[in-house]
């Protein structure tokens, strides 16, 4: 629970704006992460990379899950970089999957007419 909720030294210096800024941003990314995750695995086969996903999924369970590692809310910064990245490729992957139909529609009337149906 400190991994994801903890304050994560140096940077969390309340003294300062972007202190307090992220500090109080520290709440979001169990929401975010959990949103990912539901949204990674609704687009599981559409998603082309998939390694992204993996080296989340490792990373949680190496620093979040052993016990032999120490779990405070700097070793978090790692993570936040790859969850971000990983919201990235899934806003890409449902672009790409809204985009493409219609050009797919238009492709397929294309054939159609060179056929001449």
């Not at 990674?40 to 996903?53: G, I, K, S």
């Not at 989340?56 to 190496?62: E, G, L, R």
Request: positive net charge; aromatic residues 10%.
């Amino acid at each position: 629970m400190r991994l994801f909720f903890g304050g994560s030294w140096p940077d969390s210096n309340t003294e300062r704006t972007i202190g307090q800024v992220n500090y109080a941003l520290r709440w979001i990314w169990v929401p975010l992460s959990v949103a990912c995750l539901v949204a990674t695995l609704v687009c599981w086969r559409r998603q082309r990379e998939r390694l992204l996903p993996a080296l989340i999924v490792t990373w949680i369970v190496v620093q979040g899950l052993f016990p032999l590692v120490p779990n405070e809310g700097r070793y978090r910064k790692p993570f936040e970089g790859l969850l971000l990245a990983q919201c990235l490729m899934l806003c890409a992957t449902c672009m790409r999957r809204h985009g493409s139909a219609p050009e797919l529609q238009a492709s397929d009337s294309s054939s159609l007419a060179v056929k001449g149906v």
